[in-house]
């Protein structure tokens, strides 16, 4: 693409700013070229999120390409959408992501035209009078036929490898430990230094170095290796998600799950249910079980995944071993598959998921998803959350609107899903320390380790709740770094 007039090199924040979805933050050089950083989609509302979705910020037809972190939904989802409106670029990623996206985007069209067609028939419901396919009915943003063509525009590369989008731009992944795939994206762009070519004959050029950090792993995960350190900039964009808070340390957090398996499962004969992200929090929660079993210290009852998803996305895990952590190589010189044992299946049938509504014994259920907006758990917390017996154990962050956060609200005695209102008898209870997140203490060591924090000219904080994000701006100041900055949605930065 040619441009004609030069520009000064910006960045305008269109989603993930003060919350932590829709991530998507568009820049352009000073030679035109436009660089969008994830196109994630907004969840946790149910349809409210519908034209947040549509109304993206700019045209995808003058977009150049997209560079993607990771392939969880709210940094990838709306990538199929783009490419319907018009955007015919590349997507650069890892090759892990790329698998992961083709897997979660397929999901996340299914899931949309399930949404649809529910919202629809309410609405034709509560309109009886109204002709059929008039504008008060919504169509899903993309359907399987968009996704398939989306990932045609998906070029890879390998961690580590400097490479170029274009003539005044390079770009580096740098593993963030945060999901299998997940990178780091190190933007190098060549450009006129205005202020310095206005004061002198010559056309002054220079690097400059921008990090977007997606989000970043912890400093120690089972499954997953550390953050890696990655290459000095002088522009830094970074999540906030744990941006006031501390995680507890990995080994209580084995303790605390054995110990909430026993008294669920073991002393009030009840059944276990676990809301997860189908990508890397099951994977990490199973992996932990298997080490439990291998011990011999996990009670004999039946361990369920109960999601399609999950199923897949494990199989992709197992694709990518030298991406996995120590730990989990030196599991597998004894244990050929560390996601796998005899106590644990995996349910794709929709029907045996139904069947596990009825089921009277102790065992535990693990299913999507992770913030109980939708999926097969919704269904099994439905029917279970009456039962004293029971536990709904959050492994993750929810976002305040949705369901999984409202659960846990202090005195709750009533909750509403499906639109009926139900008892809450089952214990609510919660570990943090299965996070993929790191906390503002591990986000921080890891910064100062991998910068000089001195030639950071700027910082960006996105993708955490306000809270979490002015708070998460304190610590990052008492670190050192300078300039620090919470955007507002649709805010546009000059560099």
């Known amino acids: 693409m040619q441009h004609k007039f030069k520009i000064t090199m910006k960045i305008q924040f269109l989603g993930a700013t003060r919350e932590v979805t829709g991530s998507k933050h568009l820049i352009t050089t000073d030679s035109g070229h436009t660089i969008l950083l994830d196109c994630g989609m907004y969840q946790g509302k149910g349809m409210e999120t519908d034209a947040a979705n549509r109304d993206l910020g700019f045209d995808p037809a003058t977009l150049d390409c997209v560079v993607l972190s990771h392939a969880h939904i709210d940094h990838s989802g709306l990538i199929p959408y783009i490419v319907k409106m018009g955007f015919k670029g590349d997507i650069y990623c890892t090759p892990a992501t790329r698998d992961l996206c083709a897997l979660m985007l397929a999901d996340t069209a299914f899931i949309q035209e399930q949404d649809v067609r529910t919202y629809n028939k309410k609405i034709d419901k509560q309109n009886p009078h109204k002709e059929k396919g008039k504008k008060y009915k919504i169509e899903p943003l993309y359907d399987q036929k968009d996704v398939n063509k989306a990932m045609k525009h998906f070029v890879t590369y390998s961690y580590d490898r400097r490479f170029r989008l274009f003539d005044d731009v390079l770009l580096t992944f740098t593993n963030s430990g945060h999901m299998l795939g997940g990178a780091i994206c190190s933007l190098e762009i060549y450009e006129n230094d205005l202020k310095q070519s206005q004061t002198t004959s010559n056309n002054v050029k220079r690097w400059k170095r921008l990090t977007y950090t997606g989000d970043v792993g912890r400093l120690h995960c089972h499954i997953l290796p550390p953050p890696q350190l990655f290459p000095q900039c002088d522009y830094l964009i970074c999540e906030s ?248 949605k649709g805010q546009t930065v000059e560099l």
């Open 241 to 488: 998600t744990y941006g006031d808070r501390l995680h507890d340390e990995q080994m209580v957090t084995e303790e605390q799950l054995l110990g909430v398996v026993e008294d669920t499962c073991v002393y009030r004969k009840g059944q276990l249910l676990i809301p997860s992200f189908s990508v890397g929090r099951t994977q990490e929660i199973v992996y932990v079980l298997n080490q439990l079993y291998n011990d011999g210290r996990l009670p004999q009852i039946p361990v369920y995944v109960d999601s399609p998803m999950s199923t897949n996305a494990t199989q992709i895990f197992r694709m990518y071993p030298e991406e996995l952590s120590d730990e989990v190589r030196d599991t597998m010189r004894f244990d050929h598959d560390p996601f796998g044992f005899n106590t644990l299946r995996y349910i794709t049938d929709i029907n045996e998921s139904k069947a596990l509504n009825h089921k009277d014994e102790p065992c535990i259920i693990i299913s999507a998803s992770g913030m109980l907006e939708a999926g097969r758990i919704k269904h099994h917390v439905a029917n279970h959350i009456s039962d004293p017996r029971c536990t709904i154990l959050i492994v993750g962050y929810c976002e305040p609107s949705t369901l999984g956060a409202r659960i846990q609200q202090p005195g709750l005695q009533w909750i509403s899903i499906f639109g009926l209102d139900r008892r809450i008898k089952a214990q609510i209870t919660k570990i943090e320390g299965f996070s993929g997140h790191g906390d503002y203490r591990e986000m921080i060591d890891y910064f100062t380790r991998s910068l000089d924090v001195k030639q950071v000219q700027q910082v960006f904080v996105v993708h955490g709740d306000e809270t979490a994000a002015e708070t998460y701006k304190g610590h990052l100041e008492d670190a050192g770094l300078k300039n620090v900055e919470v955007p507002q």
